[in-house]
């Protein structure tokens, strides 16, 4: 692990580094940054075993990543690290975690959980919420005290869900 200072002041050097280039989208011009190797804390509401379409796509997302050299790590509430289909290890951070009434097989981040100390020791660049919802927001509150740049999507529609398995969120 970093230690905080020496965070810090990766993150300053990575940032002087970095070299901008204009990118042209339709009629916009935008200023792109490159920057040498990034860890991408991917924080997945659920992970293998489960088989389902957010679970896939932190797998690919986590492949894709390593392959292209930067660092995944994948925080979620199961999960083993494991190879990716390229090759590469794939470090899986697990956070304590309850089965969803009605869905047994499906674990997920027990609520009011405070990533700050896992955020602080994987000390990654930017966190990525796969389909966010309690451990998203517990990431986002995390990646707020630690002024940490975060990004989501959105594969799953949480309404309906909750709705099927009698859900308050």
Do not use: K
């Amino acid at each position: 692990t970093i230690p905080r200072t020496q965070l810090h002041r990766r993150r300053r050097f990575v940032t002087s580094c970095s070299t901008r280039r204009p990118l042209q989208l339709g009629n916009w011009t935008v200023r792109v940054s490159t920057v040498g190797i990034v860890r991408i804390a991917l924080i997945a509401e659920t992970f293998t075993p489960a088989v389902n379409g957010v679970v896939n796509s932190v797998l690919q997302v986590a492949d894709n990543v390593a392959r292209r050299g930067h660092e995944p790590v994948i925080v979620a509430p199961c999960g083993d690290t494991y190879r990716s289909h390229s090759g590469y290890p794939v470090p899986v951070v697990r956070v304590p975690s309850v089965s969803v009434p009605g869905y047994r097989q499906l674990q997920v981040a027990r609520p009011a959980l405070d990533l700050v100390p896992i955020l602080d020791t994987i000390a990654p660049d930017v966190v990525h919420l796969a389909s966010p919802a309690l451990l998203g927001a517990a990431a986002v509150r995390a990646a707020n005290e630690l002024d940490l740049p975060t990004v989501a999507i959105y594969q799953t529609d949480l309404a309906a869900f909750a709705r099927r398995y009698h859900l308050l969120l």
